[in-house]
């Protein structure tokens, strides 16, 4: 089989490193790292005809769409209308991403639980609100911002500074709706599940760490490190996700005419009493979970994408994992506001035992060095029987990679740590 991953980040070549085992793989744009395990398609994700017509020409049976920009601009819809099998949701359906105000009408029809929100587009009326509701206050973005269009607040004055600069302009568009947020508490988790728009195949819940700095201090990101599985996960657990969240969201969003298939991400806070609420949907696996997510599911994923982007009957089946994986993000100096980039990078001669080096954004540049181009440069993954050892095999790895100014965490997965510490 042929198969194209659209995008270029450390989620795609996970996948494309995935895809290769079984298959031959090409990857538009890409990356330097996709290009160890397929082909590299020089063609922007918003060029939908050149996407086309370069699939007929390679002949490529299946597209696999990693981020969400091309889905929410529309880039399943076209080849599936070109007659190409897509694995990806609709535009119509992946507004349960690009629009948190609509994934929260579809939440609040579908019983969904989820944090009480209020969406405004006047400063003034947003300003009024906030002076009356207890903080911590959390106030978002409703569009699309790269993971970056959340602020938690623990004041009043802080609050009113991000609703202001989101209505002012700060993230563009994303920020002319905003939502504000009663503030949830418990453990984070990222849920990503495969489905055909009924059924589900939920893969090994992963946890990733939002803020730029070890202790979770600093500002949010796109996500500076995951790890999987968590112990608290158990199968009851995930019934319950299934049966609250995922399932009756699914349903609500076929009821609205925007049936989904592909991969529904459910960000969850699971309550101190165990209940999950939604803090986000995805329509797209997540990045820097997928680096961790791939290497240990044992589920045939690239059979299930075939079967789902065909309409075939599938049969997910739930295969709980037997290895544990970390992923430690290197980053840019000056990310997540303004990194720094062009900077060479030096890779270790061999990557070490256990692990495996995922690049986010890096370009080639001359005489074939490697160079700094994206806030999030590298993703070191590292396996073991449990979370302790992956995190030594991924801090290793992360230490072995050279450029200037990187910054790396040292504690992903510390929850899990503590809780094996505790128990
Ligand atoms: P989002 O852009 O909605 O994914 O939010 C980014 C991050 O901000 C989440 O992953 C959480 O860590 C945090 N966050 C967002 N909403 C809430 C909330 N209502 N309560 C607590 N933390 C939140
Ligand atoms: N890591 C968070 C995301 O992919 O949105």
Known sequence: MKVLVVGGGGREHALCWLFARSATVYCAPGNPGTAQVGTNLPIPVSDHRALAQSIREHRIDLTVIGPEAPLAAGLADYLTSEGLTVFGPTARAARIESSKAFAKQIMSRAGVPTAASRIFTDLE?????????????????????????????????????????????????AGREILVEEFLVGEELSVLAVTDGERVLVLPPSQDHKRLLDGDL???????????????????????????????????????????????????????????????????????????????????????????????????????????????????????????????????????????????????????????????????????????????????????????????????GWRELARARAS
């Open 125 to 173: 009326t947003a300003l009024k609100y906030i002076r009356t509701h207890p903080e911590p206050l959390v106030i978002k973005a409703s569009g699309l911002a790269a993971g970056k269009g959340a602020v938690v607040c623990q004041s009043r004055a802080e609050a009113q500074q991000a609703a202001s600069e989101m209505l002012a302009g700060r993230f563009g568009d």
């Open 218 to 412: 600093g500002p949010n990101t796109g996500g500076m490190g995951a790890y999987a599985p968590l112990s608290i996960i158990t199968h009851r657990l995930i019934q319950t996700i299934e049966n609250t969240v995922l399932l009756p969201t699914l349903a609500a969003l076929a009821d609205q005419g925007a049936p989904f298939t592909g991969v529904l991400y459910a960000g969850l806070m699971i309550d101190p009493s165990g209940s999950p609420n939604v803090v986000e949907f995805n329509c797209r696996l997540g990045d820097p979970e997928t680096q961790v997510v791939l290497p240990i599911a044992r589920n045939p994923l690239l059979e299930h994408f075939w079967a789902v982007a065909r309409g075939e009957s599938w049969r997910p089946e739930h295969c709980p994992p037997d290895k544990a994986a970390v992923t430690t993000v290197l980053a840019a100096p000056g990310y997540p506001d303004s990194p720094k980039k062009g900077m060479p990078i030096t890779l270790p001669p061999e990557v070490p035992a256990h692990t495996l080096l995922f690049h986010s954004g890096t370009a080639s540049g001359p005489e074939g060095t490697l160079r700094v181009a994206g806030g999030r440069v590298l993703c070191a993954t590292g396996l073991g029987p449990d979370v302790a050892t992956a995190q030594a095999a991924s801090q290793r790895l992360a230490a072995a990679v050279a450029f200037e100014g990187k910054i790396y965490r040292r504690d992903i």
